[in-house]
């Protein structure tokens, strides 16, 4: 975990040392006001940081403390969620009613949440409001997340709330100019279909893939100036594509050859990109490279 920071705040990661802090901020009854426990009690507020404190989860995900001006006023997680299916994590943020009014709910959990979107990369991210509570329905509205359903968790009814990563800012297609578009269908048509791209737009000097909102051309042209790629010059040098195991970057490895593509790297397979990186590198005829990075998680295998 990393310290977060806004305008106004600074989260940084939850320690013993801010134990009595944070009882104080859960102090005021009102805190607990939509809770299955009283964490007025300070022994409820102690016991619910020793929780947090013992919360052993995926990297970069846990619990922050709220500060202000150096004076601790909230908290805020993002782990995986104890109450929802699935590795999606759930988003919590509590900011003490004497700072209630002031946007700084809203500043915290935006914080936390282009964490998890952006820097982590998380497809997804939950958050349960409880349905009686508008004032925090308001700021999940406010940081976009989507009101899904309801249902019983932590004791009470919550409404289930979806936050997905935004669309400003990432890929909208690649275009790759090729020397002879059959040989590129045959090698980027097959590795795209595998990782599950579907054909998109298909035009006489050209056709298209689409994965989600992103898409990739390749394309053809009569006006290319030249009729040989070379990925060592400036310019496009390689494509990198996530692939969901490291079980699944051996098979595309071990059959990539039958679709017109040949291993580079061979002798530092699978780690020609570091120890900690799984991927295997892969070169089609016309010299297109393109990486496939195995996902990091318990998924990936050994």
């Known amino acids: 975990m990393t310290p977060l920071t806004t305008a106004r705040l600074t989260l940084r990661p939850l320690t013993e040392a801010d134990r009595a802090a944070v009882v104080k901020v859960f102090a005021d009854p009102e805190m607990s006001r939509f809770f299955a426990a009283d964490l007025s ?3 409820a507020a102690s016991a619910m940081v020793d929780h947090r404190l013992a919360y052993r989860g995926p990297a970069g995900q846990g619990h922050w403390v709220i500060e202000r001006a150096g004076e601790v006023i909230g908290v805020a997680h993002l782990r995986p969620s104890w109450e929802l299916p699935g ?11 004497a700072h209630a009014g002031q946007g700084l709910a809203t500043e915290a959990a935006r914080a936390v949440l282009d964490h998890g979107l952006g820097t982590l990369g998380l497809p997804a991210v ?6 009686r509570n508008a004032a925090s329905r308001k700021v999940a509205a406010r940081l976009g997340f989507l009101d899904v359903g309801r249902g019983v968790h ?11 990563p935004a669309v400003h800012g990432r890929p909208h297609h ?7 578009l059959t040989e590129a269908e045959r090698s980027w048509g097959w590795l795209l279909g595998e990782l599950g791209w579907r054909e998109f737009q298909r035009w006489p000097a050209g056709v298209s893939w689409r994965l989600g909102g992103t898409y990739v051309v390749v394309e053809e042209s009569p006006a290319l100036s030249a009729r040989d790629h070379e990925r060592t010059r400036p310019g496009l040098n390689h494509l990198a594509l996530h692939v969901g195991t490291r079980v699944q970057v051996d098979d595309l490895a071990a059959r990539a050859p039958d679709h017109g593509w040949r291993p580079l790297f061979a002798a530092e397979y699978p780690h020609a990109g570091g120890a900690d ?3 295997a590198y892969l070169e089609n005829e016309a010299g297109f490279e393109v990486e496939l990075v195995a996902v990091e998680g318990p998924e990936a295998g050994a």
């Open 277 to 279: 990186h799984y991927a």
């Open 41 to 43: 009690d300070p022994a």
């Open 174 to 180: 690649v275009e790759l100019w090729v020397p002879d």
């Open 87 to 97: 590795e999606v994590p759930e988003l919590g943020y509590y900011v003490a009613t």
């Open 126 to 131: 939950w958050a349960l409001v409880h349905e």
């Open 154 to 164: 932590y004791g009470d009814v919550h409404r289930v709330l979806v936050a997905l």
